[in-house]
C-alpha cells in the first residue's frame, strides 16, 4: 500500500509557499484543537526563545511527534479519499 501511494504521488520541484498552504487538511486541524495549538506554541517557542538544553530536546521531542501525528493523519485522509 504504501509503495501503490509513492508512486501515485507527484513531485514538482520548486513549489510555492501558497502550495503548501493549500496542501494542509485546515479541517483536521480543527479537529484536533489541543494539538494544533501545541504545534503552534511549540514552533514558536522554539524559534524565537532561547531555552536550557534539555527543554529545547523535549520540546523538539514534541514537534516531532505531532509533526508525525498530523501527517499520519493527513496521508490516511488521503488514502480514504481515493
Known amino acids: ?3 501503490e501511494l509513492i508512486s501515485k504521488q ?3 520541484p520548486g513549489l510555492s509557499a501558497l502550495d ?3 496542501r494542509i487538511q485546515w ?3 480543527l479537529d484536533y484543537p ?4 501545541l504545534f503552534a506554541m511549540d514552533f514558536a517557542l522554539l524559534s524565537f526563545c532561547k531555552f536550557p538544553i534539555l527543554l529545547v530536546l523535549m520540546m523538539q521531542f514534541l514537534l516531532v ?3 508525525m501525528f498530523f501527517s499520519a ?4 485522509n488521503e488514502v480514504r479519499s481515493r
Open 10 to 12: 507527484t513531485y514538482k
Open 34 to 37: 489541543i494539538h494544533a495549538s
Open 27 to 29: 479541517d483536521v486541524l
Open 73 to 76: 493523519i493527513f496521508v490516511s
Open 20 to 22: 503548501w498552504i493549500n
Open 1 to 3: 500500500m504504501s509503495a
Open 65 to 67: 511527534y505531532l509533526s
